[in-house]
């Protein structure tokens, strides 16, 4: 992290969750955090545990979904803190169902918040990244993005919008000194379902089982993440799952598909 002497930082959505757990990681580093999401109450707590943990608290309210909120917090922390070292598009939200059965209205929903925000989010801070020739970006996507499973393609489409637009951005703003990481977690046990939406209540249910049952504890991600910025990694695949998913879909891409479908036709032939 010698690279960012100011150790300064940004998080979208740091209210809970991964978000959260980022902030405090960076703040027992002695980074002054900037706090951010649209559950206002749930910032500051977090800008509380960032003081307790040894860092500095800016909380700056943001909704991910206005392009003029990430402008407004770009301008704040350049007037508050003289710029930033790193950015974090961490915000979003879940959702599931059958594709024919998500209607329009969905998909705008998920697309404003998990694709557009990070859209936002970017536009918002490069300029100030290319004009200091230093600057970080890591957005937050997910497996879902890479591995495309059934009954998840809003989700999915957005998580895999996040990745290429990460990796348009690590070769666009490499000449400038500025570098870029996308974060592909699997299942980790943060409030996330609070925001999820389905047509379909079974759904709902076995989503939760799936993140009741993660072992992965939401600080082990933020120490991964830390140390893959750390490093300038591309991509950072915190659990093991996740890593193979994507090289046998990468080596695989036919048979790896072809396992999934026959996996999900038995799951539906049992119901
Ligand atoms: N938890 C997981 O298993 C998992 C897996 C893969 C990816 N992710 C991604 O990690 C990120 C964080 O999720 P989490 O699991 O910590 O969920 P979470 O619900 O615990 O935290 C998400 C935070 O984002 C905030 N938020 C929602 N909409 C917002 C908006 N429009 N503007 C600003 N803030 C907003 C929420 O208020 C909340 O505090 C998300 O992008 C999610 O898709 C999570």
């Known amino acids: ?10 998080i979208t959505g740091s209210g809970s969750g991964l978000g959260r757990a980022l902030a405090v990681r960076f703040a027992l580093e002695g980074w002054r955090v900037g706090v951010s999401d649209v559950n206002a109450a749930r910032m500051e707590e977090t800008a509380g545990l960032v003081r307790d943990a040894g860092g ?33 598009n961490n915000a979003g939200v879940a959702a599931g169902g059958l594709f024919e059965r998500v209607p329009p209205d ?18 918002a801070f490069i300029p100030m990244f290319k004009a200091q020739r230093r600057g970080h970006i890591v957005n937050i996507a997910s497996s879902a ?19 290429s637009v990460s990796e348009t951005l690590r070769t666009e703003l490499a ?17 996330i379902m609070e925001s999820f939406h389905s047509p379909d209540e079974d759904q709902r249910r076995g ?13 082990r991600f933020a120490d991964f993440t830390y140390n893959a910025v750390r490093r300038n990694r591309l991509y950072a695949f915190p659990q093991r799952d996740g890593r193979m998913a994507w090289r ?3 080596l695989f891409p036919e048979l790896f598909y072809r396992y999934i479908a026959r996996r999900y036709s038995e799951r539906r032939n049992r119901s």
């Open 1 to 10: 992290m010698k690279r960012f002497p100011e150790k300064r930082i940004f």
């Open 207 to 219: 989503a939760e089982r799936f993140f009741a049952a993660s072992r992965y504890p939401a600080e």
């Open 248 to 250: 046998l879909k990468r």
């Open 175 to 191: 000449p400038h000194g500025v570098g870029v990481t996308v974060v592909c977690p699997t299942f980790i046990n943060t409030n």
């Open 106 to 123: 969905r998909w705008e929903w998920i697309l404003d918040v998990n694709f557009r925000g990070v859209v936002h989010g970017c536009r």
């Open 56 to 88: 500095t608290a800016l909380a700056i309210a943001c909704n991910v979904t206005s392009a003029e909120d990430l402008a407004r917090a770009a301008r704040s922390l350049a007037a508050e803190w003289g710029g930033l070292d790193i950015l974090v």
């Open 145 to 163: 993005g890479i591995v495309s499973l059934p009954e998840m393609a809003s989700y999915n489409a957005t998580k895999a919008a996040v990745i």
